[in-house]
Structures are given as structure tokens and as C-alpha cells.
């Protein structure tokens, strides 16, 4: 059975720090696009980050560049986004996403990616 597991959420206050995890069991995707989205109340889900698996090359959704970083380890089946100067507005449940298919493109839209795991809640607040 697929899994992905997100960790790191909570509560941070506004200019903090937070870095999330996701680890995947089940197979590997060494080889898969991962990436990051995230749900504001309200809201649709949102893409937030890739990063390529090969080159590991950054891509973060413009309106988080400078403050988001996105990072995988290939050989532990991770990804984790470290986020610094929290925003009140960066409140939402952080999702991790991956692909069924190998591939090096990277995809922004929800229903491009099969596997989800279950969310961990972000809380920028004073």
C-alpha cells in the first residue's frame, strides 16, 4: 500500500520557521515528480513547490520564492519544505503529492497527481 506521510506542522508565530516532511512508503519514486501543495480555508488546493529529481532544481510557485525551499532524498523516498518568514496568510493544511508516472516534468494542477497523503495543518499566528 502507497503512503505518504507528512510531518512538521504546528503552530508557529508570524516571521518563524517551519520545516515539513513528507516520506513515502509502499514503492518508490526516485523517480516521480513529488511536489507540495496547500489548502487555506476556504480555498482550493494550491501547488506550492517541486524540486527535480535529477538535478534537483527548486521550483517554487512565484509568491512564495525567497521564503520556501524544497528539498528530496532519493534514497529515503523524502521531500521536505522549509518555510521561513511565516506569513499569517501561509496558514493552511500542507499537502504532499506524487506522481504515478516517472518523468522529469513537473505538473502544477491536483488532478496531475495520484497519490496524496492526509495533510499537515501550518498555523502562523501571534
Known amino acids: 500500500q502507497v503512503q505518504l506521510v507528512e510531518s512538521g506542522g504546528g503552530t508557529v508565530q508570524p516571521g518563524g520557521s517551519l520545516t515539513l516532511s513528507c516520506a513515502a512508503s509502499?514503492?518508490?519514486?526516485?523517480?516521480?515528480?513529488m511536489a507540495w501543495f496547500r489548502q487555506a480555508p476556504g480555498l482550493d488546493r494550491k501547488f506550492v513547490a517541486t524540486v527535480n529529481w535529477r538535478t534537483d532544481q527548486q521550483i517554487v510557485e512565484d509568491v512564495y520564492e525567497g521564503r520556501f525551499f524544497i528539498f528530496r532524498d532519493n534514497e529515503l523516498n523524502t521531500i521536505t519544505l522549509h518555510m521561513r518568514n511565516l506569513k499569517p496568510s501561509d496558514t493552511a493544511i500542507y499537502y504532499c503529492?506524487?506522481?504515478?508516472?516517472?518523468?522529469?516534468?513537473?505538473?502544477?494542477?491536483?488532478?496531475?497527481?495520484?497519490?496524496w497523503g492526509q495533510g499537515t495543518q501550518v498555523t502562523v499566528s501571534s
Open positions: 509502499g514503492r518508490t519514486f526516485s523517480k516521480n515528480t
Open positions: 503529492a506524487a506522481r504515478d508516472n516517472e518523468g522529469l516534468d513537473w505538473y502544477s494542477r491536483v488532478n496531475q497527481y495520484r497519490y
